[in-house]
């Protein structure tokens, strides 16, 4: 996702994009320093289902669902680009439902948008497929 980097008035960094806005309270250092146009970055199996209220979220409609065993992938768009989440199949979701997702903080990553430098990282954990980010 890119997003814009913002100081606050109370000296708290978010960072913000059409259809969200994310507090970041990690690695401040590094994220000062940084430009204020960043790509936001996270995994699929990251993401998770959320409830109105709940912090750093992204409301959507879904585009597709594809059903994987244990999980589902779940497509959703904006603009000219498709975004995918993997749920779990305990949360049960249809094409065209409104659905309510969360972006953890631990989990995300964010570049500079020019030279593609990771800026902000989560801690390592085992290799994984990273999100996936298409033009339609």
């Not at 994310?22 to 998770?48: C, F, K, V, W, Y």
């Not at 904006?78 to 969360?102: C, K, M």
């Amino acid at each position: 996702f890119d997003v814009n980097k913002r100081v606050t008035s109370d000296g708290s960094i978010e960072v913000s994009h059409d259809l969200f806005t994310h507090t970041i309270t990690t690695q401040m250092d590094a994220l000062e320093e940084a430009p204020d146009r960043l790509t936001l970055g996270i995994r699929p199996n990251d993401i998770e289902a959320a409830s109105r209220g709940d912090s750093a979220i992204v409301e959507t409609e879904i585009d597709v669902v594809e059903p994987m065993g244990d999980v589902n992938y779940v497509y959703f768009s904006h603009g000219d680009q498709t975004y995918t989440a993997s749920l779990a199949v305990e949360e049960y979701v249809e094409r065209s439902e409104s659905i309510v997702l969360q972006f953890p903080e631990s989990r995300v990553y964010l570049f500079d948008r020019e030279s593609g430098n990771a800026v902000v990282h989560p801690p390592e954990r085992s290799s994984q497929s990273a999100v996936r980010q298409t033009n339609s």
